[in-house]
């Protein structure tokens, strides 16, 4: 896995970890997101960062990223 991919999962997971109201405990203090709008900016970011990594492994250097329908 590459950098861009490790960085995506960690966002993704504290979006969802924020969105459910979980909280995270570090030595023993609880650490709450609540920026669910800077988090969703990231997990974006980061997607594109792992579109674009893909493109480039695809073949396709040009540097635009395809974008498919749901």
């Known amino acids: 896995m590459s950098f ?3 960085t995506l999962t960690i966002a993704q997971k ?3 970890d924020a969105l459910s109201g ?3 405990q ?3 203090r609880k650490l709450e997101q609540h920026d669910i709008d800077a988090l969703l900016a990231q997990v974006e970011y980061w997607e ?6 893909n493109s480039k492994a695809a073949g ?7 974008m498919v329908p749901r």
């Open 4 to 6: 861009a991919t490790d």
């Open 26 to 28: 570090l030595n023993g």
């Open 14 to 16: 504290a979006y969802q």
């Open 48 to 53: 594109n960062k792992v579109a674009k990594e």
């Open 60 to 66: 396709r250097t040009s540097g635009s990223i395809l």
């Open 22 to 24: 979980k909280s995270q």
